[in-house]
């Protein structure tokens, strides 16, 4: 049976909610997606943040029991900050906009849950539903696409009429059933400027990607960054907004309807040096609340040494060597070395000696290649400026 009466009803009732976009399709599978992901996956294309099933990505009837429709929600996050975090006489790195505000997690399950709540009060006789975010099975963009929501753009990214691809998505897989609303088409035209602007030419040019080249997978993982994209990276110590900030349709783009997603200026461009020594408990305080502390602190402090470095800020060079001297992780030690190789414009003998010194400690306690050549690189560096 179509719901199409409920339907109405559930959508006013999201207005009331302040959901900003809803669309309802079938719970027909995505199978026509599984040449393209298996490509991806053997092309080494993926980030492994990935839910892992293949399958379970595809076939909504392999994660619930009997569903009819998918029910899609897009909620507008804010490009801009209202306010500018104060100066101070420390260099600022950014979070990227899709982690400012409370973790988007968070505030899209309230949403959807008040949403469900409502729906339930509206039915006729009982139903089951599944809420998911982009830790789910489905994927996200293809479900929001398939439901009328916005068309999946060239940087893989959903984009919307009213609020260009600054949105967060989530979806409910239900056993009601709906009338689909129309799929949206691709509206890039010959438009590549995300491809173009991508500094590691992670795009493909057809709505996939390289995760492993994006800086926005770059920035969150755990182990040492790859030397090439350090600098491109410049001050972000998380995530990344360039194939968005480029994009024509989110020209004009700045919406604030939802309070909890509001950047605290002082959060979403912190303070790099005092970043380096962050106590855990501090830490959590300051930044749990935000999607982009979901690595841990170590992602964000090696990038916040990376963009010190990107910064050319040679005010902290005695701090960076602090953290060389007793930072326990020899990821962030090795990265502090990188930083200080980039630092030093002239030669000086105390810090080729003091790195030579921890190169040999390093050597002693048998760390890894990828973690002496650091130093090695630092050493080479500054004695050439003999």
Same mark, same amino acid.
Request: hydrophobic share 35%; charged share 25%; net charge neutral.
């Given at each position: 049976?179509?719901?199409?009466y409920?339907?109405?009803?559930?959508?006013?009732?999201s207005?009331?909610?302040?959901?900003?976009?809803?669309?309802?399709?079938?719970?027909?599978d995505?199978?026509h997606?599984?040449?393209?992901?298996?490509?991806?996956k053997?092309?080494g294309?993926?980030?492994?943040? #990935?839910?892992? $099933?293949?399958?379970e990505?595809?076939?909504?009837?392999?994660?619930?029991?009997?569903?009819? =429709?998918?029910?899609?929600?897009?909620?507008?996050?804010?490009?801009?900050?209202?306010?500018?975090?104060?100066?101070?006489?420390?260099?600022?790195?950014h979070?990227?906009?899709?982690?400012?505000?409370?973790?988007?997690?968070?505030?899209?399950?309230?949403?959807? =849950?008040?949403?469900?709540?409502?729906?339930?009060?509206?039915?006729t006789?009982?139903?089951?539903?599944?809420?998911?975010?982009?830790?789910? #099975?489905?994927?996200?963009?293809a479900?929001?696409?398939?439901?009328?929501?916005?068309?999946?753009?060239?940087?893989?990214?959903?984009?919307?009429k009213?609020?260009?691809?600054?949105?967060?998505?989530?979806?409910i897989i239900?056993?009601?059933?709906?009338?689909?609303?129309?799929?949206?088409?691709?509206q890039?035209?010959?438009?590549?400027?995300?491809?173009?602007?991508?500094?590691?030419?992670?795009l493909?040019?057809?709505?996939r990607?390289?995760?492993?080249?994006?800086?926005?997978?770059?920035t969150?993982?755990?182990?040492?960054m790859?030397?090439?994209?350090?600098?491109?990276?410049?001050?972000?110590?998380?995530?990344?907004?360039?194939c968005?900030s480029?994009?024509p349709? $989110?020209r004009? =783009?700045?919406?604030?309807f939802?309070?909890?997603?509001?950047?605290?200026?002082?959060?979403?461009?912190?303070e790099?040096?005092p970043?380096?020594?962050?106590?855990?408990?501090?830490?959590?305080?300051?930044?749990?609340?935000?999607?982009?502390?979901w690595?841990?602190?170590?992602?964000?402090?090696? $990038?916040a040494?990376?963009?010190?470095?990107?910064?050319?800020?040679?005010?902290?060079?005695?701090?960076?060597? #602090?953290?060389?001297?007793?930072?326990?992780?020899?990821?962030?030690?090795?990265?502090?070395?990188?930083?200080?190789?980039?630092?030093?414009?002239?030669?000086?003998?105390?810090?080729?000696d003091f790195?030579?010194?921890?190169?040999?400690?390093e050597?002693?306690?048998?760390?890894? #290649?990828?973690?002496?050549?650091?130093?090695?690189?630092?050493?080479?560096?500054?004695?050439?400026?003999?």
């Open positions: 049976m179509v719901n199409a409920l339907k109405k009803q559930i959508i006013a009732a207005q009331e909610l302040g959901i900003d976009k809803i669309g309802f399709t079938t719970a027909e995505f199978e997606l599984r040449p393209s992901l298996m490509a991806q053997a092309a294309h993926t980030s492994g943040f #990935e839910h892992q $099933n293949l399958d990505r595809l076939d909504p009837d392999l994660i619930f029991d009997q569903p009819r =429709s998918i029910i899609a929600i897009a909620l507008a996050y804010p490009s801009k900050m209202t306010q500018r975090p104060p100066r101070t006489k420390y260099k600022r790195g979070f990227a906009r899709a982690s400012w505000g409370d973790d988007y997690h968070t505030v899209l399950n309230k949403k959807m =849950s008040a949403l469900i709540e409502k729906i339930k009060d509206l039915a006789n009982e139903s089951e539903f599944k809420p998911m975010v982009d830790t789910g #099975e489905l994927i996200d963009v479900v929001a696409q398939r439901a009328g929501i916005g068309f999946i753009g060239k940087n893989g990214l959903l984009i919307t009213e609020f260009g691809s600054f949105v967060y998505l989530g979806e239900t056993d009601l059933e709906f009338e689909p609303d129309e799929p949206m088409d691709s890039c035209g010959d438009c590549t400027r995300c491809v173009d602007y991508c500094p590691p030419h992670a493909l040019g057809d709505g990607l390289n995760a492993q080249k994006c800086l926005s997978y770059q969150q993982t755990k182990g040492m790859p030397e090439k994209y350090r600098p491109m990276i410049h001050n972000v110590i998380y995530g990344c907004d360039i968005q480029v994009c349709f $989110n004009g =783009s700045d919406h604030h939802h309070p909890d997603m509001e950047p605290d200026p002082k959060k979403v461009s912190p790099l040096l970043l380096l020594t962050i106590s855990n408990r501090e830490f959590k305080n300051t930044y749990g609340p935000m999607a982009g502390s690595r841990g602190k170590k992602p964000l402090q090696r $990038n040494l990376i963009a010190l470095a990107n910064l050319g800020d040679k005010s902290a060079l005695p701090q960076i060597l #602090e953290v060389i001297d007793h930072d326990s992780r020899p990821v962030i030690r090795a990265t502090a070395a990188y930083a200080v190789g980039r630092l030093v414009r002239k030669f000086n003998p105390e810090i080729c790195l030579t010194e921890k190169y040999q400690q050597q002693q306690q048998g760390q890894e #290649e990828q973690y002496l050549r650091e130093y090695r690189m630092a050493i080479q560096k500054i004695s050439s400026l003999e």
